[in-house]
């Protein structure tokens, strides 16, 4: 019972559970009903919004795992949006499979190129994460308004939007598009050793170089992760809503703080060296659903902040120490602590 | 690397008399950055050295000296303050409504201060006494700022026209120029000019002000000499809240209204300028009057982009990003060769340690 209580992803699927429950209380229609060939309500709704700030936070994970921080995400969503959208634009006919999927790919190289920037200044010249990100995420919106040339450009394109509006037998394709990618994320860093690199490199660079990591390699690659998936989120996001919106309230805005609040619900700790990506995916939910919660109980949209705040300020109290030694008697406390500490010694130098 | 820190090895050997120290380097080239910009101006647009355009720029940028005042304060620390912007937006949004209902305006003036405070206080509780990290601290305190102001009104709120507040923003000529072109200057002014000057006295001439740069340097340290480390942390906070409180009086006496949405982005000009002005973002190494430069820094290249016409307004961020990005690298680059002797010393006690290690085991 006390493992239990301990146990962050406890607490943090008991949030996600109460959010749902009061959402359902709060809704009249069928929490899922089927109308039209679509799955529809509450819980489906939870679906069709996760995605883009579910794959924001699972690059989010991997870089802070690093010790590393990334506040360019919104921007990056928003420079990839505006670069398809700005396509589709100009492109003679917008609505052709082709045309739709050289959009999605032009997203993707440009989110690439954004994030493998960040990467080049944080492992070869090595600058903070936190003022090199900060610096994209200034430019980023402006280099958005540049593509479109301070429009709302609006696509036009069916094709495209099916993206993140589309059903697969009644199922929203976006999120089915996220899992497949999480999975493959999941894959690459559990299957392989770059999950346990990226950890080495977050506990201690100089030691992880010493024992054989290239500590630069993998701090590029991960900025580069981040900066594609952050390309992948600005997709799902400007197709949901056929435009994108380049102003500094649009389309991806705030959204790193939403991807930085998930990683750290899911217990990820950002001082890196441990991740936790189904924990992160929790997270995501989390705030999915808290922006919905907020919704149905007729607060005004402007107002979710500071439940998000009383939110995070509730799970970091839970996490500090300080109330830890109020579960347990403090020596039993702190020789559970070692334990753990020693277990997880001993997993790195299994692995 | 090694050829790098060759080269720069040489320079410092090179200007023995030298004695300023390499952390300044970043601030001279921040105040150099803003001469040349004043006299490239001047020399392209033309009345950049004129009274008028000083008083404006003064005029416009006496909040954000104010919250870059408060930012240094918690970057020397190594920590950051990201909740500033909201909070000037709460602080002034609940004060113009605390005006509306007709509470006295100087009652309303010193709760628009005091709410920062509060926020300072909650931010610093929850880094000193729940080790949250200053980051994830910060960010809920924006949260919850934003998020209030938000209940509070989401429709802009003005003061009251007749409000003796207003007098705060109000002109003092000091020199009367020919047309236009007076030298003016307001209290709201004088309130930036003596958070500054109050501030660099703290920094430089007192305990308070030695163990906030002491905890930059390094917390631990600072705590094994005796230092009241978490006392100093909480106070940072207090004093960068406080400041957020302040420039929001500031900002909505210069413009008579107030708004939730006011503010957004602003603590990243603040830590902007900050870091264009030399302090360095891990903390320990700075100056206060460096921030105030990088203020006008931002501040003059507004002014010439408004100038030139032709850049386009979403050109401004990608400009600020590039000059925060030269200055960034600048600093890497004085850090590489000053911090490289440390870095080795601390490799060749890491040797010892280990050859010591066996004899002991």
């Known amino acids: 019972m006390k493992k239990l209580l301990r146990n962050q992803l406890f607490w943090a699927s008991l949030v996600l559970i109460v959010l749902v429950a009061v959402v359902l209380l709060n809704n009249q229609s069928a929490s899922i009903g ?66 739709a999927l050289i959009a999605v790919l032009l997203a993707l190289v440009v989110g690439l190129a954004c994030g493998m920037f960040s990467g080049f200044l944080v492992s070869v010249i090595k600058l903070q994460p936190f003022i090199t990100t900060l610096i994209m995420m200034l430019a980023g919106r402006g280099i958005a308004n540049m593509i479109t040339g301070g429009k709302n450009a609006a696509g036009n394109s069916p094709a495209f939007n099916w993206i993140s509006q589309g059903r697969v037998l009644g199922f929203p394709v976006g999120f089915l598009l996220a899992l497949a990618i999480l999975l493959i994320v999941v894959l690459l860093v559990r299957k392989t050793a770059l999950g346990m690199s990226i950890e080495a490199v977050g506990i201690n660079p100089r030691a992880a170089e010493m024992a054989g990591i290239r500590s630069g390699r993998i701090l590029f690659m991960v900025y580069a992760l981040s900066g594609l998936l952050a390309a992948v989120a600005g997709v799902f996001s400007v197709a949901y809503i056929g435009t994108v919106e380049v102003s500094s309230s649009g389309t991806g805005s705030g959204m790193e703080m939403d991807a930085i609040l998930a990683v750290v619900i899911g217990g990820t700790s ?60 403090p020596d039993l406390g702190q020789s559970d602590d070692k334990k753990s500490a020693d277990s997880d010694k001993a997993k790195v130098v299994a692995a | 690397m090694s050829s790098d820190t060759k080269v720069a090895k040489q320079k410092t050997t090179s200007k023995p008399g030298f004695r300023v120290s390499r952390t300044t380097y970043p601030t001279i080239a921040a105040v150099v950055l803003l001469v040349i910009l004043l006299v490239g101006g001047q020399l392209i647009y033309g009345k950049i050295f004129a009274w008028n355009t000083f008083s404006s720029l003064l005029h416009n940028n006496a909040y954000l000296v104010i919250l870059a005042v408060g930012m240094t304060f918690a970057i020397l620390t190594g920590g950051i303050d990201l909740s500033v912007g909201a909070v000037l937006a709460f602080a002034s949004v609940s004060g113009v409504l605390l005006l509306q209902a007709g509470v006295p305006w100087p009652l309303a003036a010193v709760s628009i201060v005091l709410i920062g405070t509060l926020f300072g206080l909650l931010s610093g509780m929850l880094i000193t006494y729940f080790n949250v990290q200053p980051f994830i601290a910060t960010l809920s305190s924006m949260f919850l700022a934003r998020g209030l102001a938000s209940i509070l009104s989401t429709e802009p709120v003005r003061v009251p026209k007749e409000s003796p507040m207003l007098d705060l923003a109000s002109k003092i000529m000091l020199i009367d120029g020919p047309k236009k072109n007076d030298l003016t200057i307001s209290i709201n002014i004088l309130i930036a000019l003596a958070v500054v000057i109050i501030a660099f006295f703290l920094l430089h001439n007192t305990r308070f002000g030695r163990t906030v740069y002491g905890l930059g340097g390094s917390e631990q340290s600072t705590e094994l000499m005796g230092l009241p480390a978490n006392k100093t942390k909480i106070l940072v906070y207090l004093v960068s809240g406080t400041c957020a409180g302040l420039a929001g009086l500031v900002y909505t006496t210069t413009v008579g209204n107030a708004q939730n949405i006011t503010g957004v982005g602003w603590e990243l000009d603040a830590i902007a300028a900050v870091i264009i002005g030399g302090t360095l973002l891990t903390g320990g190494a700075g100056y206060v009057l460096g921030s105030v430069a990088g203020v006008f820094v931002l501040g003059v290249l507004k002014l010439l982009i408004t100038r030139d016409g032709n850049v386009p307004a979403a050109a401004t961020t990608i400009i600020t990003g590039a000059i925060l990005l030269v200055f960034v690298l600048l600093q890497r680059a004085i850090s590489l060769t000053g911090g490289e002797r440390g870095s080795e010393a601390a490799a060749s006690e890491i040797e010892k340690e280990q050859e010591k290690a066996p004899a002991l085991s």
Do not use: E
């Open chain 1, 270 to 329: 950002l001082a890196g060296g441990k991740f936790n990506l189904a924990g992160t995916t929790l997270g995501a939910f989390i705030i999915t659903a808290l922006n919905q919660v907020v919704v149905y109980l007729g607060v005004s949209s402007a107002a979710v902040p500071a439940f998000k705040a009383l939110v995070i300020i509730f799970i970091c109290i839970l996490q500090s120490d300080r109330i830890h030694g109020w579960f347990s008697r």
């Open chain 1, 34 to 99: 089927f109308s039209n060939g679509k799955l529809t309500g509450p819980i489906i709704d939870l679906f069709i919004f996760v995605p883009p700030i579910l794959m924001i936070a699972v690059g989010m994970t991997l870089v802070i795992a690093t010790s590393g921080i990334d506040l360019s995400v919104g921007s990056v969503m928003a420079v990839a949006g505006a670069v398809s959208m700005q396509f589709l634009v100009n492109s003679a006919n917008p609505d052709t499979p082709g045309a």
